[in-house]
């Protein structure tokens, strides 16, 4: 077996399983789910209805590039969503099965080791070493933001790179501070994670945000993968994309910037496994041929549902604004109480734990649990510790997928909690 598979993580969610397995839930209430970021509203009928009429197409090879019509639709849709000059279907885009295989063999995909081999004998065992502290000096560097999305980590690791831990803070607006990156970590660094809308912290990267990590790629030579799965689920003001940065500084190409984007959390459709990954046309021709041999392909029928959910924009309006009702009813229920901070985007509220829990985040999911029978998910578990801190403990995710009327509950619930 890989003997860096010794190195990752437990998931989040089985970490979770650990903590509460010694506990048992409120008998006295029903279940709520707001620890996983599953989508529970109801997904569009029609694209339900064009996978149907379609399942007979179940019988074909799809082809890893898919089909021409969904790559065109993935390419206008990119181009009028971020102010686009024009994305080419045949060399931009590729249709990938769901974000998370696609983030993870992205980057097993572009991590190259041809510069350390000549250093073998001075690179510490992957997963052994601190990399803030530089002891993984000679290794590739993938930078991410802390918290994050574990696949980034996974990734990492499993590439044989370096994870590069960002811290996200109240001090740093929840973004993470590139600034404070040392040169030497960028000098090595081949792959940066960016994550916005961030999960869990709901920041969103700003234009200035963006021209400052363009400038460190084309300093150093880094490619930017930017995670853009939750960027339909905003409030006001829509959030500016990676490549929409691009075009805004002028730049005649999308070198060394890709996005990933999913129907996902956009159109309630987590099972369809449908995504994309857009931007440098150089990268994604060799990123195809890796995906030819991994085989991952998105069925046909799957193809021609997504077709027709990236052209609709109505049911993606109604999604976000059930999001925005729930927000406004939890804001205006527990704001003060839970003292509450409205992210900019996304469907998480980043928590912090009241002192009434010792600001511990484990203890408050057990007693959100025990006392509640509500699954939330805590914060340390999202996080590495950098410099002797965990940016994540103390903080509590909290996933606003639950109907309205089962929001309604749990904030009954917590407010009886919070003041027993």
Not at 29 to 56: M, Q, R, T, W
Not at 371 to 389: F, T
Request: glycine share 6%.
């Amino acid at each position: 077996m890989n003997h860096n598979l010794t190195h990752l993580h437990p998931y989040p969610f089985a970490k979770m399983a650990t903590l509460l397995a010694s506990s048992s839930p409120a008998a006295n209430y029903s279940e709520i789910k707001l620890g996983i970021g599953e989508p529970k509203h109801a997904p569009p009928a029609f694209v339900l209805d064009e996978l149907k009429e379609n399942l007979d197409k179940i019988c074909l090879y799809p082809t890893t590039k898919g089909i021409f019509e969904l790559r065109q639709t993935i390419a206008h849709w990119l181009e009028k969503r971020f102010f686009l000059h024009h994305v080419d279907a045949n060399t931009e885009v590729l249709p990938v099965m769901g974000t998370r295989e696609a983030i993870f063999s992205f980057a097993q995909a572009v991590v190259d080791h041809k510069d350390t081999e000549a250093n073998k004998e001075n690179i510490t065992e992957v997963g052994t070493e601190n990399p803030q502290t530089g002891s993984a000096k000679h290794n590739p560097t993938i930078v991410m933001p802390n918290p994050f999305y574990q696949i980034y980590e996974g990734a990492a690791i499993l590439a044989q790179a370096t994870p590069y831990f960002v811290p996200c803070t109240r001090d740093n607006a929840f973004k993470g501070d590139y600034r404070a990156v040392p040169r030497e970590v960028w000098e090595r660094t081949q792959l940066l994670f960016v994550c916005s809308p961030n999960n869990p912290t709901g920041s969103m990267m700003t234009m200035d945000d963006w021209e400052l990590v363009i400038r460190l790629s084309d300093q150093y030579g880094f490619i930017i993968a930017s995670d853009e799965c939750y960027s339909e689920l905003y409030f006001d003001t829509a959030p500016i994309g990676l490549l929409q940065a691009c075009t805004t500084l002028g730049r005649n190409s999308f070198k060394n910037c890709v996005v990933f984007h999913s129907l996902s959390k956009r159109s309630n459709l987590p099972g369809l496994r449908s995504g994309f990954v857009a931007g440098d046309a150089t990268i994604l021709q060799s990123y195809l041929q890796y995906r030819t041999y991994q085989g991952c392909a998105m069925p046909i029928p799957h193809q021609l549902a997504s077709i027709v959910a990236w052209r609709d924009e109505k049911h993606v309006v109604q999604n976000r604004a059930l999001y925005q009702e729930k927000f406004a009813l939890w804001m205006a229920e527990l704001g003060g109480l839970l003292q509450l901070r409205m992210p900019e985007a996304g469907f998480y509220f980043w928590v912090k734990v009241p002192e009434q829990f010792d600001c511990d985040d484990e203890i408050f999911v057990k007693a959100l649990y025990a006392q509640a029978n509500i699954h939330a998910l805590a914060g340390r578990y999202l996080s590495r510790e950098v410099n002797g801190k965990n940016p994540g403990q103390g903080y509590v995710r909290i996933a606003l997928v639950a109907s309205v009327e089962e929001s309604r509950e749990a904030i009954s619930r917590i407010r009886k909690l919070l003041n027993a």
